[in-house]
């Protein structure tokens, strides 16, 4: 007898696949999992014209693990951004779990600690902030348009008086060591590995005040994407962490720091 039924039918986003036993209907991840993030090493960056660093293996990891293709680009933080929510799946990383973020994204994670400190230059004994009330007209490096920034806009700082607001941390760092500001914001770990490349001895930064240490980072989903397609891909993730390959890939990124 013919059902009176009106068909089924599927978002183009879904699988029009439907199993031969049951006829249940299941849904598909998309064609290609497309993720953009910025220059943040070691967490992600572009050498050599490709993304490397601990959260682009991570999800290179999640993703086969998932079934899932992926491709990953790197770009200035305010274009990542856009690029991303041009997508209705598209997944922004790294990314700092903010209040204020929270109903902007479906959360996969956490990807690492987020441990951010205030640093200044061994010789520069003179620089010592208790607090960041008492930072008077030094000037403070912190990556534009960063999570960082706007804790300290938040707090008060400016960057008329106070901030020097930078591309990344390398121009930021650059900067400091010509001596153009007293102060850097920093990742503990990033700092290690940006003087490890510039082949400066660890004790070159010395750490004053700690900024935000109780955060992580994550990957975020657009709010309107497919809820599947992040319980999917933190499954993917939570395996990883049980079966130590998430740790095994830690220490080879963030071990020594």
């Known amino acids: 007898m013919r059902s009176e039924r009106a068909p089924l039918r599927l978002d183009r986003r879904q699988c029009c696949l439907v199993l031969a036993a049951g006829g249940v209907p299941v849904l598909a991840a998309p064609a290609e999992l497309q993720a953009f993030t910025e220059n943040l090493p070691p967490l992600n960056y572009l050498e050599d014209g490709q993304a490397q660093g601990f959260s ?8 086969a693990e998932a079934g899932l293709p992926l491709r990953i680009e790197v770009l200035p933080w305010q274009r990542a951004v856009q690029e991303a929510a041009r997508q209705r799946e598209g997944l922004l990383f790294s990314l700092t779990r903010l209040p ?24 520069r004994g003179d620089v010592q902030p208790a607090s960041l009330a008492q930072l008077g007209a030094q000037r403070i490096g912190v990556a534009r348009d960063s999570a960082a920034a706007m804790q300290l806009q938040a707090a008060g700082l400016n960057p008329d008086t106070n901030l020097e607001l930078g591309l990344d941390d ?8 010509a001596g153009r500001m007293e102060l850097i914001v920093l990742l503990d770990w990033a700092a290690a590995w940006h003087l490890r490349r ?3 001895p660890p004790d070159t930064l010395v750490p004053v005040l700690p900024l935000d240490v109780d955060k ?8 309107g994407a497919d809820p599947a397609l992040a319980r999917r891909l933190q499954d993917a993730l939570d395996r990883l962490k049980r079966d130590g390959r998430y740790e095994r890939l830690r220490q080879r990124y963030l071990g020594g720091a």
């Open 216 to 223: 992580s980072y994550w990957y975020g989903l657009p709010a």
């Open 56 to 63: 682009c293996e991570l999800l290179r990891l999640v993703a």
């Open 170 to 177: 390398v121009h930021n760092l650059r900067k400091l060591l």
């Open 198 to 200: 510039l082949q400066l």
């Open 100 to 123: 204020e973020r929270e109903a902007q994204y479906q959360w996969v994670g956490p990807i690492s600690q987020r441990r951010i400190l205030i640093y200044r230059l061994k010789g």
